[in-house]
Nanobody, 124 residues
Framework: QVQLVESGGGLVQAGGSLRLSCAAS????????MGWFRQAPGKEREFVAA????????YYVHTIKGRFTISRDNAKNTVYLQMNSLKPEDTAVYYC?????????????????WGQGTQVTVSS
């Protein structure tokens, strides 16, 4: 059983930056592809970014491409989401997810395990 704990959310002005972290425990981190999802008020949860088990393959939703960067540190069992040029429409609860996979990421992952989420609020 993998436990995921997100951190790093907060309130930021439009144009600002935040870095989210997701710390994993209870499993072998390097066998999992990792991803970030978000859910805005009144909307369905949507995929944001994914990274494969060793970090050499990434995939992003087109709406954030060029602004967000996903990365991972397998020595620290942590995945990150660096968010730059934030917009009010990026306001959401951001969730970390893990999928058991050793392949490349070529699209959104299917989360086998989920964190509790961290709130990101971008003011205009």
């Amino acid at each position: 059983q993998v436990q995921l704990v997100e951190s790093g959310g907060g309130l930021v002005q439009a144009g600002g930056s935040l870095r989210l972290s997701c710390a994993a425990s209870g499993g072998i981190f390097s066998i999992y592809a990792m991803g970030w999802f978000r859910q805005a008020p009144g909307k369905e949860r949507e995929f944001v970014a994914a990274i494969n088990w060793n970090g050499d393959s990434t995939y992003y939703v087109h709406t954030i491409k060029g602004r967000f960067t996903i990365s991972r540190d397998n020595a620290k069992n942590t995945v990150y989401l660096q968010m730059n040029s934030l917009k009010p429409e990026d306001t959401a609860v951001y969730y970390c997810a893990a999928q058991r996979s050793r392949g490349l990421v070529t699209g959104p992952i299917t989360g086998n395990y989920w964190g509790q989420g961290t709130q990101v609020t971008v003011s205009s």
